[in-house]
C-alpha cells in the first residue's frame, strides 16, 4: 500500500517562499501537487514526471517549481513570491488522475495580506 506524507507548510506573508515536500513509500512514475482552498475544489497545479519533465496551472506559473529526487522517493514544490489566493491545504498524489486511495492529510500553507 502506497503511502505519501506532506511537509513544509506554514504561515508566510505575501511575497514569500515556503518549500513543501512529499515523501513516498515507493517509486512513482507521475506525481503531482494539488491544493484545496476553502469552499473551492480541490485543483492540480503542478506535475513532474520521473525523467523531471514538469507542467503547471497557468496560475502558478512561474512562481512555483516542482522537483523530485527519485533516490529519495521525494517530490519537492518550491513556491516563490506567494499570494492570499495561494492559501490552501496542499497535496500530492499521482498525476494527472489522483488515485483516490493515496490522499493524505496534506500540509496547509497560510499567506497573509
Known amino acids: 500500500q502506497l503511502q505519501l506524507a506532506e511537509s513544509g507548510g506554514g504561515l508566510v506573508q505575501a511575497g514569500g517562499s515556503l518549500r513543501l515536500s512529499c515523501t513516498t513509500s515507493?517509486?512513482?512514475?507521475?506525481m503531482g501537487w494539488y491544493r484545496q482552498a476553502p469552499g473551492k475544489q480541490r485543483e492540480l497545479v503542478a506535475t513532474?514526471?520521473?525523467?523531471?519533465?514538469?507542467n503547471y496551472a497557468d496560475s502558478v506559473k512561474g512562481r512555483l517549481t516542482i522537483s523530485r529526487d527519485n533516490a529519495k522517493n521525494t517530490v519537492y514544490l518550491q513556491m516563490n513570491s506567494l499570494k492570499p489566493e495561494d492559501t490552501a491545504v496542499y497535496y500530492c498524489?499521482?498525476?494527472?488522475?489522483?488515485?483516490?486511495?493515496?490522499w493524505g492529510k496534506g500540509t496547509p500553507v497560510t499567506v497573509s495580506s
Open positions: 515507493v517509486s512513482i512514475f507521475n
Open positions: 498524489n499521482t498525476a494527472p488522475s489522483p488515485h483516490e486511495a493515496y
Open positions: 513532474i514526471t520521473r525523467g523531471g519533465r514538469t
